[in-house]
């Protein structure tokens, strides 16, 4: 396992290089959603917005209906609880291909209970025509981008930053709709909770969301060295009733 630093700083510079209708907004945090290299690459189509969320996502949507496809940066829980009323009106219900880049999500934040989004994912379901995908290490953060491009409307991002560890192969992109595997099959149950635990006597499923990647690995490893039981861990990289149904 790798660590890569600020792959989205860099993946951002890449992705916005050859698509000279993107655009990126900041809601004053530039360096802390790692948009900066992208601002100093491409300063002619970087727009810092300030601490006016409300006005940012209404900005958006009117660049969106300019044929622009604008990338909003903030923490997660800036994104959509100040703003709820202009994503619904000026983004998602016109569908314009606005997305929504957002950083420390559920209680990943040092900021105190003012920046944790624990309700984004049920707040952001209930929009038509959102869809919702999360990073789970450095080679989701690196082709996240490229699985937005055959959607059609919104998305929303949910994102890692900093120092972030390779746990798919580099070669192995996201892919929209589909979730990934960290361990060997064994017999899968469905359960009714977003991420849940059900076993038999000599299997164990795992499904979660993205960013505890890391986290559940390890469990996984645990598990097995101390049980002997195979595991069978699932990353849940968008929000979609058909994946679980599709897919086990």
């Not at 698509?19 to 809601?27: C, E, K, T």
């Not at 420390?104 to 003012?114: A, C, K």
């Not at 992109?173 to 059900?198: E, H, I």
Request: charged fraction near 20%; glycine fraction near 8%.
């Amino acid at each position: 396992m790798g660590i890569v630093n600020n792959p989205h700083a860099d993946n951002l510079v890449r992705y916005g290089a050859s698509r000279p209708n993107m655009v990126v907004l900041s809601g004053d945090l530039t360096v802390a959603t790692e948009c900066h290299k992208f601002r100093d690459a491409h300063p002619d189509r970087f727009f810092s917005m300030g601490m006016a969320e409300q006005n940012m996502l209404s900005w958006a949507g009117g660049m969106a209906r300019e044929g622009m496809i604008p990338f909003v940066h903030s923490f997660c829980v800036f994104l959509y609880r100040r703003p709820y009323d202009q994503l619904q009106m000026s983004v998602a219900y016109p569908n314009l291909p606005v997305r929504l880049v957002g950083f420390l999500p559920g209680l990943d934040t040092p900021g105190g209970v003012t920046h944790q989004s624990i309700e984004d994912i049920a707040a952001l379901r209930c929009i038509p025509n959102m869809s919702i995908i999360e990073a789970g290490d450095a080679t989701d953060i690196e082709t996240i981008l490229d699985a937005t491009d055959g959607i059609d409307g919104p998305v929303y991002l949910r994102m890692l930053r900093g120092e972030v560890p390779r746990l798919f192969p580099a070669g192995e992109s996201l892919q929209f709709n589909r979730a990934r595997f960290l361990s060997l099959p064994c017999t899968m149950y469905q359960g009714a909770s977003g991420m849940f635990v059900r076993a038999n006597t000599s299997s164990l499923a795992l499904v979660y969301c993205s960013h505890r990647t890391r986290l559940w690995r390890s469990i996984g490893e645990s598990f097995h060295c101390f049980n002997g039981s195979w595991i069978r861990i699932k990353n849940r990289i968008c929000c979609s009733s058909s994946v679980i149904e599709n897919q086990y």
